[in-house]
């Protein structure tokens, strides 16, 4: 594994705190963070991240994204990581990195030109997906720098869970997030990721405050966010934030540590889109449960369908210039 320098830290009088996300770990020289992948060495901070061990090409609507530039593609690479412990991760063998679960990481480093220059040559945005984007902040750092001048945007599907100082360095460097709000309460929230909830809300409002396109994610989780009370909970936590912000239900299948119970059924993610809806939020989205129905974008103004979609393809985009050519409604996204 490569160490490379990394930001957000304090030193004070000798005592190293890293600022990356909520749990501000304290280090002693030579000790590694509690994500496993940030470490003292004197008086700085390194990174594993600057690495990935994947690299293809995805429609941007499996990150899921589907308000930002449907049926584009996205580069996507993944560095170790997560500070969350989901014990369902699909993906637990990279997020997981250095703890039990997690699998020796053999990955390279990362050029950003090159990878910045491949998108480009493909009309592509890139995408930091699988684990946490957040702990690669250097990386995405780099990668919207040279992004910028290629016309490539950065996306990030996120836990959420950063500093106030980290989503201040990163909102700039990035055009859409999709963050994951995996329980509606504090309680449910910290049995589900070992983490607290708040600091994911903070960062979903100041990530539309600071102008990145965000969609939010919640997997309908067995005895937590399968449960429409909890679902309530989090459709209206959404819909305070901002009721415009597209909320995909993610059907769970069994994986990791949680492999005892069912994957979840139509009826539930077709509940789960009723209570979305009578949360206020406008754009409610399932994949593949309920058909074309479930992944189609209508006009909140008068209804018509302005993108129809297949599973992880855009079939027609009913707009122009963000309005719906029905009805001239303005549908909000980065079309
Ligand atoms: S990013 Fe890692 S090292 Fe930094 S506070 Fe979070 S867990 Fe600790």
């Given at each position: 594994m490569d160490w490379t320098p990394a930001g957000l830290f304090t030193v004070e009088a000798g005592r190293l705190q890293c600022a990356l996300c909520p749990l501000r770990c304290v280090l002693d020289d030579g000790e590694v963070g509690r994500c496993q992948v940030r470490r003292r060495r004197g008086d700085l901070m390194e990174t594993?991240?600057?690495?990935?061990?994947?690299?293809?090409?995805?429609?941007?609507?499996?990150?899921?994204?589907?308000?930002y530039r449907p049926g584009s593609t996205a580069l996507t690479i993944a560095a170790p990581g997560c500070t969350f412990?989901?014990?369902?991760?699909?993906?637990?063998?990279?997020?997981?990195?250095?703890?039990?679960?997690?699998?020796?990481?053999?990955?390279?480093?990362?050029?950003?030109?090159?990878?910045?220059?491949?998108?480009?040559?493909?009309?592509?945005?890139?995408?930091?997906?699988?684990?946490?984007?957040?702990?690669?902040?250097?990386?995405?750092?780099?990668?919207?720098?040279?992004?910028?001048?290629?016309?490539?945007?950065?996306l990030w599907k996120s836990n959420g869970f950063l500093t106030p100082e980290t989503t201040a360095l990163a909102a700039p460097a990035l055009a859409a997030v999709n963050i994951d709000l995996k329980a509606g309460?504090?309680?449910?929230?910290?049995?589900?990721?070992?983490?607290?909830?708040?600091?994911?809300?903070?960062?979903?409002?100041?990530m539309v405050e600071l102008g990145v396109w965000v969609e939010v994610s919640t997997?309908?989780?067995?005895?937590?966010?399968?449960?429409?009370?909890?679902?309530?909970?989090?459709?209206?936590?959404?819909?305070?934030?901002?009721?415009d912000?597209?909320?995909?239900?993610?059907?769970?299948t069994p994986a990791f540590q949680r492999t005892g119970t069912v994957p979840t059924g139509p009826e539930a993610l077709r509940d789960a889109v009723a209570i979305g809806r009578d949360a206020g939020l406008r754009h409610v989205y399932v994949e593949r449960a309920l058909g074309a129905t479930g992944r189609a974008t209508r006009c909140p103004g008068c209804g018509a369908e302005a993108v129809r979609r297949g599973v992880w393809t855009t079939e027609a985009v009913r707009m122009t210039d963000g309005r719906c050519n029905a009805c001239g409604h303005r549908i909000p996204g980065r079309w």
């Open positions: 594993a991240t600057f690495a990935t061990s994947v690299r293809h090409k995805d429609a941007v609507e499996r990150k899921p994204f589907y308000h412990r989901c014990d369902y991760c699909v993906n637990h063998r990279l997020s997981q990195f250095g703890r039990e679960g997690g699998l020796p990481w053999a990955a390279t480093p990362v050029d950003p030109a090159g990878l910045v220059a491949s998108a480009a040559a493909e009309g592509a945005s890139v995408a930091l997906s699988y684990t946490e984007p957040s702990l690669a902040v250097e990386l995405t750092l780099a990668l919207a720098e040279y992004g910028a001048a290629a016309g490539v945007d950065v309460d504090e309680h449910a929230h910290h049995r589900v990721t070992g983490a607290p909830l708040r600091p994911v809300l903070t960062t979903i409002r100041a997997p309908l989780i067995p005895g937590c966010s399968s449960e429409p009370g909890q679902l309530s909970r989090i459709a209206r936590l959404i819909a305070e934030i901002d009721a912000i597209p909320w995909h239900l993610l059907r769970f």
